[in-house]
């Protein structure tokens, strides 16, 4: 089959335009620090730490801010926080309470940058979760493009989001990794053709991989092992916790394989009658997935009106806050490194 060094030159452009920008991670980084001072006039000793996308450097321009606290409570105090938020610049119409999920939460908009943001309490899977695939960034040079692409391939079809059956972005990291480091390993070199790398992907996971009878591991280099309760959906114990299965909730499995598969087929097609007749395809990404243009256009508003926004949360943030802080009793876990996160201005 014939692969297009073509679709290798796309994923790299495409990683080039939706890569953060400086200004952007500088205005999250004042999102953070807003949060971080709203929860400290309440919880002075709490610990705030970051993980998720924004953490390993591997978010799109419309992905949200994962935040944790930990503290000890008697109940998660889910609704003083939001009363918090509220007395602090962000409004109640742009904060919600998701006290039923597995993991309960508080997700809000941020007013000022438009900026979503998810807040737990004391689940420190996250933050282990963030170092990990950092580590596997080093090692895998092409995992940032692949995860980019494949996150937004995702976010077009609405399976990017667990708590509505689709995947993780963590879970999708580790098959990309799985694949890269595995059994069917790629043909070519990553760096040298992205392209036959992405194909070979949906080739995968949309056609030849076993989901009856194999899961995903990585612990002691054992990448496959036989389902304990064979099913049709997808098993990734977490690299992190043995025992935790990080697709668990992924119960639109048919939907994304055939998603892969349908994907895997149509590029095929179009490559291969593309070089055989020598005739040029403008945009083979833009055959499986296109980009929402009200995303771009403000993500293009945030980065030209930097300077303000920036003035603008310095504002905000310097204002005494109007919460009073409450009786509390602290564990005594240790930092996981808020402090030097925070002067982080750039990722890679």
């Not at 709490?46 to 935040?67: H, K, Y």
């Not at 944790?68 to 003083?80: A, D, K, Q």
């Not at 949309?206 to 098993?235: C, M, R, T, W």
Request: proline content about 4%.
């Amino acid at each position: 089959m014939l692969y297009s060094f073509s679709l290798h030159e796309e994923i790299v452009d495409f990683y080039e335009v939706m890569r953060p920008k400086e200004q952007e991670t500088e205005i999250r980084l004042k999102v953070i620090e807003h949060i971080t001072r709203i929860v400290h006039s309440l919880w002075p000793l709490a610990q705030v730490e970051i993980f998720g996308s924004f953490r390993t450097g591997l978010f799109l321009p419309s992905s949200d801010i994962d935040m944790v606290i930990f503290g000890e409570w008697r109940n998660v105090p889910l609704s003083t926080l939001s009363q918090a938020l509220q007395n602090n610049g962000i409004l109640k119409s742009d904060i919600e309470i998701i006290a039923s999920a597995k993991v309960p939460i508080v997700r809000l908009l941020h007013s000022l940058s438009g900026i979503k943001v998810d807040i737990s309490f004391n689940m420190d899977n996250g933050v282990k979760s963030a170092r990990l695939i950092k580590k596997l960034m080093k090692e895998h040079p092409s995992l940032p493009k692949l995860v980019l692409v494949l996150k937004q391939f995702l976010l077009h079809r609405n399976l990017n989001e667990v708590y509505n059956g689709g995947m993780s972005s963590y879970c999708l990291t580790l098959l990309i990794v799985s694949f890269l480091k595995g059994h069917h390993k790629p043909k070519c070199d990553p760096s040298v053709n992205l392209g036959t790398v992405l194909l070979e992907f949906f080739e995968h996971y949309g056609i030849n991989f076993n989901y009856h009878k194999v899961s995903i591991h990585f612990q002691e280099d054992a990448l496959y092992k036989p389902k304990l309760k064979p099913g049709n959906f997808l098993s990734v114990e977490d690299p992190m916790e043995k025992g935790n299965d990080v697709a668990k909730g992924t119960f639109l499995m048919h939907q994304l394989r055939l998603s892969f598969q349908n994907a895997f087929y149509l590029l095929s097609k179009v490559i291969n009658e593309s070089a055989a007749s020598e005739t040029n395809v403008g945009s083979f990404l833009h055959l499986i997935f296109q980009v929402d243009p009200n995303v771009m256009v403000r993500r293009d508003m945030l980065l030209r009106n930097h300077s303000k926004t920036m003035q603008t949360l310095s504002h905000l943030i310097e204002q005494p806050n109007q919460s009073q802080s409450e009786e509390f009793a602290f564990n005594s876990k240790p930092k996981l490194g808020h402090g030097n996160f925070s002067k982080r201005k750039k990722f890679r």
